[in-house]
């Protein structure tokens, strides 16, 4: 089924309609309707003709990303602008340039948006027409999600684009790493002030931010909504009235009253407060120039493993691992939709043009042309020298250019990088693995070397690939540090679990694998690094990556080290080493329409964000093939001497820095190096101020733009922006804390249980304060309750190592009440008040004259013990002495629930708890001699800390932190 390659997005009354507009040759398809509570199916009216709705208010889409969901609000995510930057086989390839969010409330509320929308794409048509050379955008200052999202418009890139792959390179680029760090920071402050406010913006606000008031949106009869790059008016943009010549701020995308009204059900206030600031990072996403599409090339697989039937919807052939929008599209493929299915990938694509000719006519050498400068070498189509050379066979007189054609061979090099949807987001909060084994920046990165009419039945296609990922262990790095230190956790036999599955998924994909490990063998990196070698060692001595003797290829490179004082060049020394692994799996092969070889390894290179040192070694491995490639065809080239060849630096550099602004915020680190070869002090300058940049969007921005990636891969409800507020950070979703606390309640129990006779009826992971006999500490902390059938256990532990550190025990016999209620332990955030999901219960009991009160783990925890438990100390009990113990229900995972599970509720959870406990104690009473107190238990309804004493104490340092922490996010 064709895909939809032009929409014509207008409101009617009872939706929003998509109007295929089909080529002339191709067979008419049908319009779709999606209503506005976000229902999708076909429009069932006759759609032949719409000139009265089309007057004034449609506009052009090239496709739909998908529907965004959040509260009861729903947006239509469509492409309004688009940039060719490749083709392969010759199917055009699109980068996404910017996105419409258009509110599906009313039919006056998108029909406002579409005007607006309207506007833009014929203003920026206009623009276009009077400089064809200029673009708004340019791969090279695409933004990042991190980015402020106020971008200054003062400076315009020049642009040359290269008629045969549509790709654009700037020809003057200025930052100012100044001006991104310390003048955008007030930027954010002011817009994070406004997000949070329960009022949205302001008249007098909006123009002191730059943006229009309402009075002037309501005089144009234009709200706010975002600004676009979209269809000439050759290629369809309808008219629209003329626009002031002095307005070149961008609107605004939503405003908060644009939030839709007509929709019916219950609200989170918090969600509804921030839907503004969602909507917008949004835009600024899938806008960024990371996200590229083709209708007919399926992107997410290499050329060797594209499917063959080409009647099966593209989105049906996607990778799911590369699928991005995947969550977000999911009603239409449920309705049925398949023709307006777009699948899209985040990464990188790009191609470049070249050409070798024949060095004399008595050698076999063959060089590249040099004649031609760099850059025409990169911006110079195969089709101008074709026109060069046609003119001179049609009589002109022949030059040297139609001469070299004569004599050369053309070819075109693309790069196809592909990010995983697995374990995604940004630098410090996406980190190493999770339990299913999957890491965070997990890159594939294909090379493809072809003709350039992609006629396999002629001329060979190459295609090799490369894999970078992070460490597949459970670690983490606090972003508050330039250097931060490396933070580890879990036991040896927990990483071993989540390191094996992640190398056995990749041999199942990729066959054979050999890391290649590029992180400091001293300092903050060393730890992680030995970790890696250590687990990679046991690995190959138990069974291998298959359990059958399969080795993992391992070499740890220190990079900083081996390259010190800027001699980057000392990276062939690994690639020394890599090469019989890169000479025995080779790469793919297609000629005749046949795969005649097909790539039977993959080296994983990493560093510690898989960024920077990575890129150097992964451009020098792909140039030894590339040189390897054209050596088979009896070409030689040296792409690593010849300055002529510059543009195969220029491609990889342009893919590190699109992947390091995915990840990072900003463009890859040494740079320099992976474009001329050389590294200069200004350079090294130039990281230091990529760095601070890093760090601003680290500490500042990255929060809120993970929260938004994990709600739209559908890993987080919306829920996730309320712990957003509450917080001011987000957690690690992609790691499934079900199965961290179910490990860790059965490792409690393993250890803490002595008696062979007391089975474990249950067992809990709540929050308590850091010292018993109190219910409110300054910090507190998750701890494990275990009931059994004679006794409760109460027991801490230290969450990185996996040890119980400390433990009591309490027969049911000296329980002597539970109260349960409303449990407010700060007043900072609406969540941190809402009486209904702040609850939480106290244990009363007494103490033994002779028990042992609490054992404690005496010995040091890192100090290289054995996993057995460590000898315990014992704190022996006051029989005076009236105990308590307070415990607080864990906020819900915000994490999507499995199928048939249904979401936790504290007040459900604290009351199973109870109700549980008295059983259990109660049946022990019932069982006990005289000794015993055989009260029955009831449990007691009363408040533990309510919303007037949690005012009283919660501090003005507090406040003042909170305040401060919300004035910045």
Not at 243 to 256: A, G, Q, R
Not at 496 to 511: N, T
Not at 523 to 540: F, P, R, T, V, W
Not at 846 to 856: I, Q, S, Y
Request: charge should be negative; aromatic fraction near 8%; glycine fraction near 6%.
């Amino acid at each position: 089924m064709p895909l939809a390659r032009k929409l014509l997005v207008f409101a009617a009354v009872d939706g929003l309609v998509l109007q295929p507009r089909s080529h002339p040759q191709s067979q008419q398809q049908q319009a779709i309707k999606i209503d506005y509570k976000g229902n999708v199916g076909p429009l069932l009216r006759d759609t032949g003709n719409h000139d009265d709705d089309l007057t004034q208010s449609s506009f052009e889409s090239h496709g739909v990303v998908g529907l965004l969901k959040v509260a009861t609000s729903n947006f239509l995510i469509t492409i309004c602008g688009r940039e060719q930057v490749a083709q392969v086989r010759g199917k055009p390839v699109y980068k996404i340039t910017d996105v419409a969010l258009i509110p599906l409330a009313s039919q006056s509320e998108a029909d406002a948006v579409i005007t607006s929308t309207q506007d833009h794409l014929h203003r920026h048509s206009k623009a276009r027409h009077a400089d064809d050379d200029t673009d708004t955008e340019s791969e090279e200052e695409a933004p990042s999600v991190t980015d402020s999202l106020v971008e200054d418009g003062t400076h315009t890139p020049t642009e040359v684009k290269d008629p045969l792959t549509g790709q654009r390179g700037p020809a003057d680029r200025r930052t100012s790493v100044a001006e991104d760090v310390m003048q955008r920071k007030g930027v954010y402050g002011r817009f994070a002030n406004k997000w949070f406010s329960r009022k949205g913006w302001s008249t007098d606000s909006r123009r002191t931010q730059g943006l229009s008031s309402e009075e002037d949106l309501v005089a144009r009869k234009t709200p706010t909504n975002v600004d676009s790059t979209g269809p000439t008016e050759e290629e369809g943009a309808p008219p629209s009235d003329k626009l002031p010549s002095d307005e070149i701020t961008t609107p605004e995308t939503v405003k908060p009253e644009d939030i839709p009204k007509a929709l019916e059900g219950e609200k989170d206030a918090t969600t509804v407060a921030l839907l503004p600031r969602v909507l917008q990072t949004t835009k600024m996403y899938f806008s960024s120039g990371n996200f590229f599409f083709s209708y007919d090339y399926d992107l997410s697989h290499g050329v060797a493993d594209q499917a063959q039937n080409t009647s099966i919807p593209l989105f049906k052939q996607y990778d799911p691992l590369f699928f991005w929008n995947q969550h977000i599209v999911t009603p239409f493929i449920e309705a049925g939709q398949h023709s307006f299915v777009l699948p899209v990938i985040q990464g990188f694509v790009g191609q470049r043009p070249f050409t070798i000719k024949i060095a004399d006519n008595k050698s076999d050498s063959l060089v590249v042309d040099k004649d031609a400068t760099p850059d025409d070498i990169q911006l110079q189509s195969w089709h101008e020298k074709l026109a060069v050379d046609g003119a001179a066979a049609s009589g002109a007189t022949e030059d040297k250019s139609s001469k070299d054609l004569a004599d050369g061979k053309d070819f075109l090099l693309t790069l196809i990088s592909r990010r995983s949807v697995k374990r995604a987001g940004l630098r410090y909060l996406r980190r190493g693995t999770d339990d299913e084994g999957w890491t965070a920046n997990t890159v594939e990165t294909e090379q493809i070397l072809s003709a350039p009419t992609w006629n396999a039945s002629t001329d060979r296609i190459y295609s090799f690939t490369q894999l970078r990922g992070s460490i597949p262990l459970f670690f983490s790095q606090s972003p508050y540090s330039l250097k931060p230190q490396v933070t580890t956790w879990g036991s040896f036999e927990t990483n071993q679990k989540a390191f094996k599955r992640h190398f056995s998924d990749l041999s199942e994909r990729y066959s054979e694998v050999y890391a290649a490990s590029l992180i400091d063998k001293h300092g903050n990196e060393a730890k992680i690094g030995e970790l890696y070698e250590q687990h990679a060692k046991d690995l190959n001595e138990h069974g291998g990556i298959d359990d059958k003797g399969k080795p993992l290829g391992f070499e740890w490179f220190d990079f900083h080290n081996v390259c010190r004082g800027m001699h980057f060049e000392n990276v062939s020394k690994l690639i020394d080493t890599l090469d019989p692994f890169l000479q025995a799996t080779g790469w793919t092969e297609v000629s005749g329409d046949e795969i005649k070889h097909k790539q039977s390894g993959i080296l994983r290179t990493n560093c510690m964000d898989c960024l920077d040192r990575t890129n150097v070694v992964q451009s020098a491995t792909a140039r030894g093939a590339l040189e390897q490639q054209l050596s088979a065809g009896n070409y030689t080239i040296d792409l690593q001497n010849d300055p002529s060849t510059s543009w195969f630096n220029t491609l990889w550099a342009d893919n590190g820095d699109n992947i390091s602004r995915q990840y990072a915020g900003t463009a890859a680190l040494k740079g320099d190096f992976t474009r001329t070869r050389k590294r200069q002090i200004t350079g090294a300058l130039t990281d230091f101020g990529l760095t601070l940049t890093r760090y601003y969007n680290n500490i500042v921005n990255d929060y809120f733009a993970q929260a938004v990636i994990d709600y739209l891969l559908g890993r987080a409800t919306a829920t996730i922006f309320a712990e957003f507020e509450a917080d001011m950070k987000s957690s690690d979703y992609f790691i499934d804390v079900r199965k961290v606390r179910q490990a860790a309640i059965e490792r409690c129990a393993a250890r803490v249980i002595e008696d062979e006779d007391e089975d474990l009826v249950h067992g809990w992971t709540l929050s308590v304060p850091t010292s018993a006999n109190h219910v409110k500490t300054s910090t507190f902390e998750e701890a494990v309750l275990l009931l059994t059938e004679k006794a409760l256990y109460f027991c801490r532990l230290d969450w990185g190592t996996e040890k119980v550190r400390e433990f009591e025990r309490i027969p049911l016999a000296n329980v002597q009440g539970l109260m349960r209620g409303v449990y407010i332990t700060n007043t900072l955030a609406q969540r941190h008040t809402d009486a209904a999901k702040n609850v939480g219960f106290v244990v009363r009991y007494r103490t033994d004259a002779e028990g042992e009160l609490v054992r404690r783990n005496t010995r040091a925890l890192d100090s290289g013990a054995t996993n057995d438990e460590q000898t315990l100390g014992k704190k022996k009990a006051n029989p005076d002495e009236g105990r308590f113990l307070a415990f607080k229900a864990l906020p819900p995972r915000t994490s999507v629930p499995g199928e048939g599970e249904k979401p936790d509720n504290e007040g459900e959870v604290v009351k199973e708890i109870c109700e549980e406990v008295l059983r259990i104690a109660n049946r022990a009473k019932d069982a006990g001699n005289g000794d015993v107190d055989n009260r029955v238990l009831e449990i007691e309804e009363k408040d533990i800390i309510n919303l007037a004493d949690a005012k009283k104490s919660t501090g003005y340092l507090e406040q003042i932190g909170y305040s401060l922490k919300k004035l910045v996010w």
